[in-house]
Nanobody, 120 residues
Framework: QVQLEESGGGLVQAGGSLRLSCAASGSFFRIDDMRWHRQVPGKQRELVAS???????NYADSVKGRFTISRDTAKNTVYLRMNNLKPEDTAVYYC??????????????WGQGTQVTVSS
């Protein structure tokens, strides 16, 4: 079992910055892929950024050049640095990880979400 604790959301003006954090804890062999998604009410959840165990990254076109995903493998923590925020970035941001259990099962877990609100 993996527990995810997210932090760092809040209210910011357009052009500002925020950093989200998501720490994984519990019983697992290792954390593999780590991702950030976001969701606006009435819309589908979308993948914002992902990072593999080998630190290969991928971004949604809408955030390329503004957001940076990183991870601290020793702390089982993933970060999302968001710069030059726009009102359209307003959403609930969810951390999502794929872990490998001690029994060699690949499992997925989701955080509870953290609200990011960008005012114009």
């Amino acid at each position: 079992q993996v527990q995810l604790e997210e932090s760092g959301g809040g209210l910011v003006q357009a052009g500002g910055s925020l950093r989200l954090s998501c720490a994984a804890s519990g019983s697992f062999f290792r954390i593999d892929d780590m991702r950030w998604h976001r969701q606006v009410p009435g819309k589908q959840r979308e993948l914002v950024a992902s990072i593999t165990r080998y630190s290969m990254t991928n971004y949604a076109d809408s955030v390329k050049g503004r957001f940076t995903i990183s991870r601290d493998t020793a702390k089982n923590t993933v970060y999302l640095r968001m710069n030059n925020l726009k009102p359209e970035d307003t959403a609930v941001y969810y951390c999502n990880v794929r872990s490998l259990s001690w029994g060699s099962r690949s499992e997925e877990y989701w955080g509870q979400g953290t609200q990011v609100t960008v005012s114009s």
